[in-house]
């Protein structure tokens, strides 16, 4: 899911890492957006609302929105900064570091949440937004450009555009690939919709408020780690087959 790059990358390892980043993505949002009516995994409302500013020559006030626009920014350019640095290691899971980073900075602003929330929240969202870009970067480069876990306004033109291909099979031949879209966007799309879901629930129902961050934290890790055991299990499968067979 995490290790597999470029040609060994198939459908089934995208579907898997779309639906644990996605589920986290919904987390992520629906945690910030009840926190302090702020959205907390992509920009685009944030730039809408920093050029009104900046059109009204209200250039102190369009600075928060600046600084949510470039902590998403910076936390995109940090992930695809480590993944080149770690390039060099081949033996090294080079997306294991922004994952932890990323897990590291949300159960940071849950353990910090008695004294953040109320004196510095907008330190948190800019936070969850460096999260958030972290996430966006190291997914895109793990799977060459085709999943976006974020945010979802260009799934849903994405998905669209692939539905209405279905009925054009002559322009369109190559069904298998064009089903695979669809069912990758549907995924990304059920998943983030869930975790936004189950982590409202957290929050309203349970009470769990910005602790909820470390649920979603906890599903990074939990993913890192059957990601490690199943790789080093197949290692040791086909090492095992291999020496049976030079001794047969």
């Not at 690939?177 to 869930?194: D, G, M, P, Q, V």
């Not at 629930?201 to 979603?216: D, G, M, P, Q, R």
Request: proline content about 2%.
């Amino acid at each position: 899911m995490f290790r597999h790059q470029g040609k060994k990358r198939t459908l089934k390892h995208n579907l898997q890492i779309a639906s644990v980043l996605s589920f986290v993505a919904g987390i992520v949002n629906v945690t910030g957006f009840l926190s302090f009516k702020k959205l907390t995994t992509n920009v685009t409302g944030h730039f809408a609302l920093f050029i009104n500013d900046v059109a009204d020559f209200e250039f102190w006030k369009g600075t928060i929105y600046f600084l949510y626009i470039f902590s998403f920014l910076f936390g995109s350019f940090f992930s695809s900064f480590l993944i080149e640095k770690l390039k060099q290691n081949k033996l090294l899971n080079i997306f294991l570091l922004p994952t932890i980073l990323e897990v590291l900075v949300l159960i940071s602003i849950a353990m910090l949440i008695s004294y953040t929330q109320t004196t510095y929240p907008n330190v948190i969202v800019c936070m969850l937004l460096f999260t958030m870009g972290l996430q966006n970067s190291f997914v895109t480069k793990i799977s060459n450009s085709i999943v976006r876990t974020t945010h979802l306004t260009g799934l849903f033109t994405d998905l669209r555009i692939d539905l209405s291909h279905l009925f054009f099979p002559n322009s369109y031949p190559k069904r298998d690939l064009l089903k695979a879209n669809i069912k990758l966007r549907i995924y990304i799309i059920s998943f983030f919709f869930s975790g936004g879901l189950i982590g409202g629930y957290c929050y309203s129902i349970f009470n769990w408020k910005l602790y909820t961050l470390i649920f979603a934290a906890l599903i990074l890790l939990l993913s890192l780690f059957y990601d490690d055991f199943r790789y080093r299990f197949l290692i040791t499968k086909r090492k095992y087959t291999h020496r049976n067979l030079q001794n047969g």
